[in-house]
C-alpha cells in the first residue's frame, strides 16, 4: 500500500499572516486541499477530492464564501489530472472517502463518477437536506450525477477512545471513520494505519497544525473563519480539546494532518519523497 499526499487546489487569501501565521499583512496566503490518494490492493482510493475539473473552469459553482478565499482555478491542481500524470485513469479509483461534502472536499466526485463515495450518514442527510443556515454552503452541482454512496453510522467501533466505524474491508489495511462533528453537522475523520502506525486526515476539525499543539493557538484569520463556518461551535472546539489529548499521548502512533494546512502538506510529500528514494 503507498499513500500519495496530493493538493487538490490552492486558495490565495489576502493576509499571509492572518491566515498562515507568517509572511506580511499584504502577502497572499496559502491555504491547500491535503487530500490521500491510497494505492491499495484492489485499485485506488481517494480521501476528499478537493476541487473538481469544473470547477476550475466555473469557479462561480463553488458559491460566493469561496470568492473571497480566492481559488486558483488551476486544473492541474485537480485529482483527477494528478492521478493521469500518475499512469491511472478516473475508472481505476474505486472508492471515495468523504470527510464532508463542503464543495472544497467534494468538488471532484463528478469526475469519479464510477466510484463509491463513502460518507457519514449524518453528513449526507445534512448535505442532502440543508436547514437554512447549510444551504449555501453545499452544492448540488458537485453530486448531480447521482453518486453511488455508501452511508456509514458509528457501530461500537473504538479508536484510541474515539467512537468510531471501521470501512474498507478489503484495502488491506485498516481504515476508520471516526466522527469528528463541528465544522459541519455531519464532519468525520480518516484514521488509516499505515506501516509504521497510523495517520488521522482530519479534514477541517482544525486548520492550523498548532490548534492541535499544546498550548494551542491559531493565527486570527482562520479563527474568525472557522467560527464564520461552523454548524456546531461547541462541538468543534471541544473535539479539538480531544484531538490535543490525542497528539499529548500517542503522538508517537498517530499523525495528525489536516485539509487546509501547507505546512502540514509539505512536510507530508518530503517524508513521501524520502522514502522512495530510499
Ligand atoms: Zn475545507
Not at 502506525?197 to 494551542?216: I, K, N, Q, R, S
Not at 499521548?249 to 519523497?273: K, N, T, W
Amino acid at each position: 500500500m503507498r499513500i500519495h499526499h496530493l493538493n487538490c487546489g490552492t486558495l490565495c487569501p489576502n493576509g499571509a499572516r492572518l491566515v498562515n501565521g507568517e509572511g506580511g499583512l499584504l502577502e497572499t496566503g496559502r491555504i491547500v486541499c491535503h487530500c490521500l490518494l491510497i494505492e491499495g490492493e484492489q485499485g485506488l482510493v481517494l480521501v476528499d477530492t478537493g476541487f473538481g475539473v469544473q470547477d476550475t473552469r466555473k469557479p462561480r459553482q463553488l458559491g460566493a464564501a469561496f470568492a473571497l478565499m480566492r481559488p486558483r482555478a488551476e486544473i492541474g491542481e485537480t485529482a483527477l489530472k494528478q492521478i493521469e500524470a500518475l499512469g491511472f485513469g478516473a475508472g481505476d479509483v474505486r472508492q471515495i472517502v468523504t470527510t464532508h461534502l463542503d464543495p472544497d472536499h467534494s468538488g471532484g466526485l463528478p469526475d469519479f463518477p464510477l466510484a463509491e463515495v463513502h460518507v457519514f450518514a449524518r453528513e449526507l442527510d445534512a448535505a442532502m437536506n440543508p436547514g437554512w443556515r447549510d444551504r449555501p454552503r453545499y452544492r448540488r452541482v458537485h453530486w448531480q450525477h447521482n453518486p453511488h454512496w455508501i452511508r456509514h453510522e458509528v457501530e461500537g467501533d473504538e479508536w484510541f477512545g474515539f467512537e468510531g466505524v471501521r470501512i474498507l474491508p478489503d484495502l488491506g489495511t485498516e481504515v476508520l471513520m471516526v466522527p469528528l462533528i463541528g465544522h459541519t453537522l455531519g464532519h468525520t475523520g480518516i484514521a488509516i494505519k499505515t506501516g509504521d502506525g497510523w495517520t488521522l486526515h482530519c479534514g477541517d476539525a482544525y486548520f492550523h497544525h498548532d490548534e492541535v499543539a499544546t498550548p494551542p493557538s491559531c493565527p486570527p484569520g482562520l479563527r474568525f473563519f472557522q467560527n464564520l463556518n461552523n454548524a456546531d461551535r461547541n462541538q468543534r472546539l471541544a473535539n479539538q480539546d480531544r484531538l490535543r489529548e490525542l497528539v499529548a499521548r500517542h503522538g508517537e502512533d498517530v499523525r495528525l494532518i489536516c485539509s487546509h494546512d501547507p505546512h502540514e502538506l509539505d512536510l507530508a510529500q518530503a517524508a513521501a519523497a524520502d522514502t522512495a528514494a530510499a
